[in-house]
């Protein structure tokens, strides 16, 4: 089976930096997905890594390294509205998205 | 307004009752997809559709069935409901299976 790691919660400050860190081990590997979920309300799209690097898409980023099995999601100026949770989820071979548990990021005052 | 859309928004039903959870799309995607999400395991692939006619299998496919007739359309069906099936299931399309996939609303269901 497929094995996603990301940290259960996380809590920083309003117009702080916060990093979410994604590990996986899939059989097969066609791209990394980002995910936000507000409490209630359905997952949105927020990036694609297939390659390695750094995507770049406003206040939000992404990385990916395939040889580490890691990717991590960088929240820029964090406002009050990014308190959701964050789903890594991985494509693996036979082009399935498998999702993490998510990551409950928490912005405080 | 372009996206997808499902029904009902929750229910309760009886152990043993048959369920059918409904799902369309206006966006002409070919895949689509069903989820359940349960506390602490994140969402879990039920099944699967790269295009109309077709279906697959994913993670946690016991317990429901599903059908492609059209591109529109995707059911989720419990034929028997069980208390484990309580979940928050939701559809999802993409334009391929290398697309991003977009996420209806959610259905939460509880089997008492």
């Known amino acids: 089976g497929q094995n996603i790691d990301q940290p259960t919660e996380m809590t920083a400050t309003e117009g702080a930096i916060v990093q979410i860190n994604c590990t996986y081990q899939?059989?097969?590997?066609?791209?990394l997905f980002w995910y936000q979920q507000h409490a209630g309300e359905a997952p949105t799209f927020l990036s694609y890594?297939?390659?390695?690097g750094l995507e770049e898409k406003g206040r939000f980023s992404s990385f990916l390294s395939r040889s580490k099995g890691y990717s991590y999601l960088l929240l820029k100026e964090l406002q009050m509205k990014d308190s959701a949770s964050y789903l890594c989820?991985?494509?693996?071979?036979?082009?399935?998205?498998?999702f993490g548990a998510g990551t409950t990021v928490t912005v405080r005052a | 307004i372009a996206g997808i859309t499902q029904a009902p928004t929750s229910q309760i039903l009886a152990a043993g009752r048959r369920m059918t959870l409904r799902c369309t799309q206006d966006?002409?995607?070919?895949?689509m997809y069903w989820y359940r999400q349960d506390l602490g395991l994140g969402l879990r692939l039920i099944h699967y559709?790269?295009?109309?006619?077709?279906?697959g299998k994913g993670e946690v496919p016991d317990g429901y069935s599903v059908s492609r007739a059209n591109t529109d359309d995707f059911p989720l069906t419990l034929a028997s409901a069980v208390p484990s099936q309580t979940s928050v299931y939701f559809c999802?399309?993409?334009?391929?299976?290398?697309?991003?996939?977009?996420f209806g609303d959610g259905t939460r269901l509880s089997i008492l």
């Open positions: 999802a399309s993409s334009a391929d299976s290398n697309q991003p996939q977009h």
């Open positions: 899939t059989s097969g590997f066609n791209g």
């Open positions: 890594n297939v390659l390695d």
């Open positions: 989820a991985v494509r693996d071979g036979d082009y399935k998205l498998s």
């Open positions: 966006m002409r995607h070919n895949a």
């Open positions: 559709s790269n295009t109309a006619g077709t279906t």
